[in-house]
């Protein structure tokens, strides 16, 4: 699953609406993500523990500098499993 754009609370809202669609993904490119606040970081919080939960690794694919300082700040990086965008990746 791509994510791409802002993820702050409006897009927030809207992708925990349609979260059926994509919350059973292992894997989240954020490669395109412009920006992200703590709304977005609690999101993929939720969804980190709920990948945990059913026994997978939750993998984030390109995480921003911003993503990996707001996630050592609030102490929740260690949920995630994070990789560098390839071109194999796109």
């Not at 809202?13 to 395109?32: H, K, P, S, V």
Request: no cysteine; proline share 3%; hydrophobic share 45%.
């Amino acid at each position: 699953m791509i994510l791409s754009g802002d993820l702050q609370a409006p897009q927030v809202n809207d992708l925990w609406q349609r979260r059926a669609d994509w919350w059973q993904n292992d894997r989240l490119e954020l490669g395109a993500v412009t920006t992200l606040d703590s709304a977005g970081l609690a999101l993929l919080v939720k969804w980190a523990k709920a990948a945990l939960a059913r026994g997978a690794t939750p993998t984030l694919v390109g995480a921003s500098n911003d993503f990996h300082t707001l996630a050592n700040l609030y102490g929740v990086a260690s949920l995630f499993h994070s990789t560098p965008l390839t071109t194999e990746d796109s």
